[in-house]
């Protein structure tokens, strides 16, 4: 029933930045997990950042220094600030957000990185 609604990708040239945008269609309750994934062609979804549980942010460490993840909770939102963006960053990106229950996913937002 709860929707993640992805926008803000696009195409950027190497060196540029984006903020991805994520904003659940209401509140999640008992969220135990958010983060951002990424999947590019012919390679596994993987995890770009994430906050944990108790409130801390990880990073992959090939994004580490560029992406920031950050959340408005009044706004219900979740954010993705990319820079110095490379083209190996170009993939499909995906919001995520866990409950003891299950796992909501955004639909997807589109990111490349090419001159």
């Known amino acids: 029933q709860v929707q993640l609604v992805e926008s803000g990708g696009g195409l950027v040239q190497p060196g540029g930045s984006l903020r991805l945008s994520c904003a659940a269609s209401?509140?999640?309750?008992?969220?135990?997990?958010m983060g951002w994934f990424r999947q590019s062609p012919g390679k596994q979804r993987e995890l770009v950042a994430s906050f944990t549980s108790g409130g801390s942010t990880n990073y992959q460490n090939s994004v580490k220094g560029r992406f920031t993840i950050s959340r408005d909770n009044a706004k219900n939102t979740l954010y993705l600030q990319m820079n110095s963006l490379k083209p190996e960053d170009t993939a499909v990106y995906y919001c995520m957000v866990t409950t003891p229950l299950r796992v909501y996913w955004g639909q997807g937002t589109q990111v490349t990185v090419s001159s």
């Open positions: 209401e509140t999640i309750f008992s969220i135990q997990a």
